[in-house]
């Protein structure tokens, strides 16, 4: 059964810390894992990433997968207060339409 | 500008009536789903689509169905309201590469 799992489910930090977001998976047909950042409306994409140890970065975000191991992390430094939402890990597989679905996510709050 | 748009952001209903969901995407992809979203138990499928006319269930579709007549509308429909639906439903649709465009969600509060 496929299955993902976000650790820390929730995460406290002052501004300007650094937070390191865990998504573990098992999934059948993967092809690619997707970030999404939630605050209080729909999911908005972050990263889409296919091949292991390829960093990508946006900003203060970054985010890397290890398919062997069966992981990924997103990486936030110098956390703003607008950084406060819930991040989704979302694993893609290869084959059918129904190909994405969800962790249950990782609710982060950044305190001034 | 990739555009998923819901009708209602916020609907209140009473146990038993029939309330329908409506969703628009103006980026011509095949792919549609509707999820709810809960405390705790993160987003969950309840139908998508693949094609007009073409639905299949996803985790939870037990109380909903779905109608795709059009290809840029997705439908999902509560035949009759409990108060375990009451929940945010958001609407998604994707391209080939599997990336997902939400709307805005719908809030639901079935009293």
């Known amino acids: 059964e496929d299955k993902v799992v976000q650790s820390p489910l929730s995460l406290v930090v002052h501004e300007g810390d650094t937070v390191t977001l865990n998504c573990s998976y098992e999934?059948?047909?993967?092809?690619?894992l997707l970030w999404y950042k939630q605050e209080k409306k729909a999911p908005t994409f972050l990263f889409m990433l296919?091949?292991?140890?390829i960093e990508k970065k946006s900003g203060r975000l970054s985010s890397i997968l290890d398919k062997k191991e069966l992981f990924s992390i997103l990486n936030i430094t110098a956390t703003q207060t607008g950084d406060s939402a819930v991040y989704l890990c979302?694993?893609?597989?290869?084959?059918?339409?129904?190909?994405?679905?969800f962790g249950t996510g990782t609710r982060l709050t950044v305190i001034p | 500008d990739v555009k998923v748009t819901q009708s209602s952001r916020y609907l209140v209903k009473r146990t038993g009536e029939k309330v329908f969901l409506e969703c628009v995407q103006d980026?011509?992809?095949?792919?549609m789903f509707w999820y709810r979203q809960d405390p705790g138990l993160g987003l969950r499928l309840i139908y998508f689509?693949?094609?007009?006319?073409?639905?299949e269930k996803g985790d939870i579709p037990e109380g909903y169905s779905v109608s795709r007549e059009k290809k840029e509308r997705f439908s999902l429909i509560l035949e009759s309201a409990s108060t375990n639906q009451t929940s945010m439903y958001l609407c998604?649709?994707?391209?080939?590469?599997?990336?997902?465009?939400f709307g805005e969600g719908s809030r639901l509060t079935v009293l």
């Open positions: 998604a649709s994707s391209s080939d590469t599997g990336e997902l465009f």
């Open positions: 999934v059948t047909n993967f092809r690619s």
């Open positions: 296919t091949s292991s140890g």
């Open positions: 979302a694993p893609l597989k290869a084959t059918g339409a129904n190909n994405l679905f």
């Open positions: 980026m011509d992809h095949e792919n």
């Open positions: 689509s693949y094609d007009v006319k073409m639905k």
